[in-house]
């Protein structure tokens, strides 16, 4: 691994048009062609050098995913060993370098832009919009597992010609790059509304936007929705509070200056067309599906929700064990590892549905969608003390879940998976059933605290694995819903943590900026958003 700065270097092969492998190698085969890039083809460096980190990649969900973030929500079950509060280095390293690979993406994306004159620059202000938003979604994820990382002077080393030295990246605080987001997402939705294209530049952008295909329209949504994710997410910090409440406000009450994602058919995602491009999910399986323990498993106390509630996505989601008669059962945090290894071994533990989710090649990158969005709507207008609105949105929100993963079952191309047969699809009676049920019924919830529990619990059940950085951090911010977790008294680490510390190749890299955060850079130390 490099420090950041030297990322910049490498992350430039990535700046061509293609969606191969091959190609982007042919079009740069060494950095000194990179100024052959242009505009255009640098904004798809952008969003194609993180792709299997939006997309369910092998590495994503193998290295990091099964051993951090989705035991940590209870999204799968994990087996009772030393040590599993404790994140891998490996699969934190991922995350980070991929992130600024990203980043020095975008950092040559600005370079380019900036050497262009007015008129140029003018025709290809929606590449830079774009890029930001999508940018800036990426930094919330990496903001919201570590604090406070390198950020506004990060990925510099080709726009500083090279110098090494200069371009060791200070570390922002978490809570100053979320008012920077917050500021130039605002900026970025009012000048989308203003901006119009000529027929040759539209064609340009929908060519290489393959997250949106050059919608406009749907780029202003990804930008609001974005912003109302993170204001939702500081909802409770006192110095942002009156922010919050204030832009929350102003969008959901100008759907037409600041529309965000409502329907299904608006969700924010890299869709896949052809398995045979490097637009896929084939990574899937093998992230997921590979190791039983660690992977796929299902944890006891979703399992459990699930089936109290009669879940309609209960067999959309999961499969029962081989040998589980037809039964959800989850593994239960709290058992010994004997007693979950004899569970396994037996074949009474339910995995995640193979035919929905990991053996299904066309999966989406799921970004931003509307079951969400709705959540955060009924946790602000519960906030808020507008009863009526939070519970249709509620409401709304487990319908469009159900949706949501009817829609992913029915463009699965998985077959032949032994011991399970392809699940039917939730009906409308099922789901109104549910909505209607007591553990899942807003009437029935006397108190807002209550409410708010069913708000956290429909959050989690639709994150799940397919969204975890969302689910962990509304886990850590509402403290809700309310899991157990076996103490592991062998290790420091005796819980889950509430963050990741940072890589150590960026301690050894960038040790004068690093020791401003050192102090903070352990598993224990809540996030400025983390305040219950």
């Not at 690979?101 to 900036?114: D, F, S, T, V």
């Not at 064609?203 to 329209?217: E, L, M, R, V, Y």
């Not at 009669?310 to 010994?336: H, V």
């Not at 403290?479 to 050894?508: C, H, M, R, Y």
């Amino acid at each position: 691994m490099k420090k950041i700065a030297i990322l910049a270097f490498a992350g430039l092969l990535l700046g061509t048009v293609s969606c191969k492998e091959s190609e982007f190698a042919e079009a740069y085969p060494d950095p000194a062609k990179i100024a052959e890039s242009t505009v255009e083809k640098q904004f798809t460096g952008v969003l194609y050098a993180n792709r299997e980190y939006v997309l369910p990649g092998y590495t994503h969900y193998f290295t990091t995913l099964r051993l951090s973030l989705n035991p940590y929500t209870q999204a799968i079950g994990r087996l009772n060993q030393s040590g599993l509060y404790v994140p891998g280095s490996a699969g934190v390293e991922n995350v980070w370098y991929n992130y600024y690979n990203m980043l020095a993406q975008y950092r040559e994306l600005q370079k380019i832009y900036a050497s262009r004159p007015a008129d140029q620059q003018a025709d290809r202000k929606i590449f830079m919009l774009a890029a930001a938003i999508y940018v800036y979604d990426q930094t919330q994820r990496l903001v919201d597992v570590h604090g406070a990382i390198p950020f506004s002077e990060a990925g510099m080393l080709s726009t500083n010609g090279g110098e090494y030295a200069s371009s060791l990246a200070k570390f922002d605080t978490a809570e100053g790059i979320y008012a920077f987001l917050l500021d130039d997402l605002k900026r970025i939705a009012t000048e989308l509304n203003g901006i119009t294209l000529n027929a040759g530049y539209q064609k340009s952008f929908q060519t290489q936007d393959f997250i949106n295909k050059g919608d406009i329209a749907a780029w202003k949504r990804y930008a609001n929705s974005l912003r109302l994710r993170l204001l939702n997410r500081v909802s409770d910090v006192e110095s942002m509070k009156t922010r919050s409440n204030t832009e929350i406000a102003e969008i959901l009450g100008n759907a037409t200056t600041y529309p965000i994602v409502e329907t299904n058919a608006q969700n924010i995602q890299i869709n896949v067309f052809d398995i045979n491009t490097d637009i896929n999910s084939k990574g899937f399986q093998g992230g997921l599906a590979s190791d039983g323990w660690y992977g796929n498993t299902a944890g006891k106390a979703m399992i459990d929700h699930m089936n109290t509630n009669k879940d309609p996505r209960l067999p959309i989601l999961f499969e029962p064990g081989l040998n589980a008669a037809g039964k959800f059962i989850g593994i239960d945090p709290l058992a010994t590892e004997a007693v979950q290894t004899a569970q396994y071994n037996a074949g009474q533990l339910a995995i995640y549905n193979r035919y929905t989710t990991s053996h299904n090649q066309f999966f989406p990158g799921v970004i931003i969608n509307a079951a969400q969005m709705n959540l955060i709507k009924a946790e602000y207008y519960l906030r808020t003390g507008n009863e009526a609105s939070a519970k249709t949105a509620y409401e709304t929100a487990i319908t469009q879940s159900v949706e949501f993963y009817n829609k992913i079952l029915s463009l699965t191309n998985a077959t032949g998976i032994t011991g399970s047969t392809i699940p039917t699809a939730a009906t409308p009676a099922s789901v109104a059933a549910y909505i209607a049920g007591d553990g899942v019924s807003w009437a029935k919830a006397t108190t807002n605290a209550q409410k708010l529990s069913l708000i956290a619990t429909q959050k989690w059940l639709h994150y799940n694995v397919v969204q975890p950085y969302e689910n962990w951090a509304d886990l850590r911010r509402l403290d809700l819903p309310v899991l157990s977790f076996q103490v592991d008294n062998a290790n420091n680490q005796t819980l889950p943590p509430v963050k990741w510390t940072i890589p150590g190749n960026e301690i050894t890299y960038n040790a004068v900026n690093y020791s401003a955060v050192k102090a903070a850079d352990n598993l224990k130390t809540k996030l400025f958003w983390d305040v219950k």
